[in-house]
């Protein structure tokens, strides 16, 4: 077996030769001229770092922040950058008065690391976290609402959802959901860690509490890139996890909410600083910019998805609109039975030494079954695919 010939777009990403990446949704690949413009702004900074950081990089941030604004329906007065959506979610969630009693709801497809801070802040507080069960597979977006809603109760201060989750792949009814728990009193934390050039976002419109996202995935901006979005009457509550000057060093022209996370000690500010650019060389790819390319990784990975079910004999555990960038299905019952072997399936890197295939393979659910997850965005194209469907059949065949 050998690898297909890699999709046109590939050219212009630094991933390694040979390797049939299926993964962007683990950590985001940045092309290589967001990479050159990184590495001369680095060289800047490291020619003259008091000019850079300390004079200068205000005016430099800005530009990012209004083009951000733009791409996700915003006020830049509302947006302030952090380093990853789990640096988002930490921000909100330990800024909030807790009580006794309180309760933080999630769901069973949440991310680990965000539940961990709802645990954690739990603990220390006294206060519960609920879990609400969606089913997976399931039918509709309907039983997602509906599992959400039956867990709210008088005690729930905040339900954190993920707009798409992670290892399900799914796209969450979540203005729905707003809309209920706002009607219910309770305030949302959007976990937008997908989202953010995967589904066009206008956070004006769908007013959250609270909206993290990552830039470094979807969107193709250097590791780091993240940004927070706080509903402005919501604002004063909300500090970084590192309270630095800006807690008392207000700028003019700037907001109380921006003056306490732009600074919170010495850093690379770099990959802020190329978020602009990111957004707007990411939209130039495709004649219909973001809207044709977001409607065509979408269709990928639909396609993607129909074939490995057809080839693999396995069934799609949810309907297709409920896709974005991402799809999750079954591994086949061959490889059901096979034990936990390490913090990687030696399945997974036998895909990875022997095919040279990057894909993740996943264990959840009750009782627990194993899954795939595969990405689609410009650089991929359906041979990858076929070529996946090969790979899993003779792992398979060779035994486990």
């Known amino acids: 077996m050998r690898p297909p010939e890699p999709a046109p777009a590939r050219e212009s990403w630094g991933l390694r030769p040979g390797v049939v990446f299926l993964n962007h949704g683990s950590f985001g690949a940045c092309p290589l001229p967001i990479l050159k413009l990184q590495a001369r702004l680095q060289r800047q900074m490291e020619a003259d770092p008091v000019q850079f950081l300390w004079r200068r990089l205000d005016a430099l941030l800005e530009p990012s922040r209004r083009v951000l604004a733009r791409f996700v329906g915003a006020n830049p007065e509302d947006l302030a950058f952090v380093t990853n959506a789990t640096t988002g979610v930490n921000a909100v969630v330990r800024s909030l008065p807790w009580r006794p009693g309180d309760e933080l709801l999630t769901t069973n497809l949440d991310y680990n690391a965000c539940r961990n801070v709802l645990a954690e802040t739990a603990r220390r507080y006294r206060a519960r976290v609920v879990v609400a069960p969606i089913p997976f597979p399931l039918r509709s977006a309907d039983d997602i609402v509906a599992a959400v809603l039956e867990a709210v109760t008088p005690r729930t201060r905040l339900a954190m959802l993920d707009h798409v989750t992670s290892d399900t792949a799914l796209v969450l009814p979540?203005?729905?959901?707003?809309?209920?728990?706002?009607?219910?009193?309770?305030?949302?934390?959007?976990?937008?860690?997908?989202?953010?050039?995967?589904?066009?976002?206008?956070?004006?419109?769908?007013?959250?509490?609270?909206?993290?996202?990552?830039?470094?995935?979807?969107?193709?901006?250097?590791?780091?890139?993240?940004?927070?979005?706080?509903?402005?009457?919501?604002?004063?509550?909300?500090?970084?996890?590192?309270?630095?000057?800006?807690?008392?060093?207000?700028?003019?022209?700037?907001?109380?909410?921006?003056?306490?996370?732009?600074?919170?000690?010495?850093?690379?500010?770099?990959?802020?600083?190329?978020?602009?650019?990111?957004?707007?060389?990411?939209?130039?790819?495709?004649?219909?910019?973001?809207?044709?390319?977001?409607?065509?990784?979408?269709?990928?990975?639909?396609?993607?998805?129909?074939?490995?079910?057809?080839?693999?004999?396995v069934e799609p555990p949810c309907p297709a609109p409920l896709l974005g960038s991402m799809a999750t299905l079954p591994l086949p019952k061959e490889f059901q039975s096979s034990p936990r072997t390490g913090k990687i399936d030696r399945e997974q890197l036998r895909l990875y030494d022997e095919f040279h295939i990057e894909v993740p393979l996943t264990r959840f659910g009750q009782p627990e079954r194993r899954w795939f997850r595969v990405s689609a965005h410009i650089y991929n194209h359906l041979p990858e695919y076929e070529y996946l469907a090969d790979a899993l059949a003779r792992v398979c065949s060779r035994g486990r």
């Open 174 to 313: 979540i203005a729905r959901l707003i809309r209920e728990l706002d009607h219910r009193g309770v305030d949302t934390l959007v976990d937008g860690a997908h989202a953010p050039g995967m589904l066009p976002l206008d956070l004006a419109r769908l007013r959250p509490a609270y909206y993290t996202g990552n830039l470094h995935k979807w969107v193709a901006a250097p590791k780091g890139a993240a940004f927070l979005w706080v509903r402005a009457d919501r604002q004063a509550r909300v500090l970084p996890p590192v309270i630095s000057h800006g807690y008392n060093r207000p700028r003019p022209g700037f907001t109380r909410f921006q003056d306490h996370f732009d600074w919170t000690g010495t850093f690379d500010p770099s990959a802020w600083l190329c978020v602009g650019e990111a957004i707007t060389w990411m939209g130039a790819r495709l004649p219909g910019g973001w809207t044709e390319l977001r409607r065509r990784n979408h269709a990928l990975a639909v396609q993607a998805r129909h074939l490995l079910a057809r080839r693999l004999r």
